[in-house]
């Protein structure tokens, strides 16, 4: 079992940052991508970006690229989403997940999940 718990979130001014966080433990492994998603009311969850463990290759989401940087520390087992000139429509609960393989950017490849930590982002 892995339990991932994500902190970080809260209410921030359109042009904004905020840094999340989310804290791996149990049988976390380093064959794992770590992924953010987020899931807007009355939206489906979404991916935004993930990092592999190891070798910390990362990847993003369109909407996101080149405004939200992921990053992992694998001491810490901890993996950081920076997000950056934040927009109205970023806001969202967002989701730290873990997968032990497939495709990174679907929900069904990721095995675990946090509770989840809102971000608002206000005009």
């Known amino acids: 079992q892995v339990q991932l718990v994500e902190s970080g979130g809260g209410l921030v001014q359109a042009g904004g940052s905020l840094r999340l966080s989310c804290a791996a433990s149990?049988?976390?492994?380093?064959?794992?991508?770590m992924g953010w998603f987020r899931q807007a009311p009355g939206k489906e969850r979404e991916f935004v970006a993930a990092?592999?463990?190891?070798?910390?290759?990362?990847y993003y989401a369109d909407s996101v690229k080149g405004r939200f940087l992921v990053s992992r520390d694998n001491a810490e087992k901890t993996v950081y989403l920076q997000m950056n000139s934040l927009k109205r429509e970023d806001t969202a609960v967002y989701y730290c997940?873990?997968?032990?393989?497939?495709?990174?950017?679907?929900?069904?490849?990721?095995?675990?999940w946090g509770q989840g930590t809102q971000v608002t982002v206000s005009s």
């Open positions: 997940a873990a997968s032990r393989g497939g495709a990174y950017d679907i929900n069904q490849s990721y095995n675990y």
């Open positions: 990092v592999n463990w190891s070798a910390g290759r990362t």
């Open positions: 149990g049988r976390a492994s380093s064959s794992y991508f």
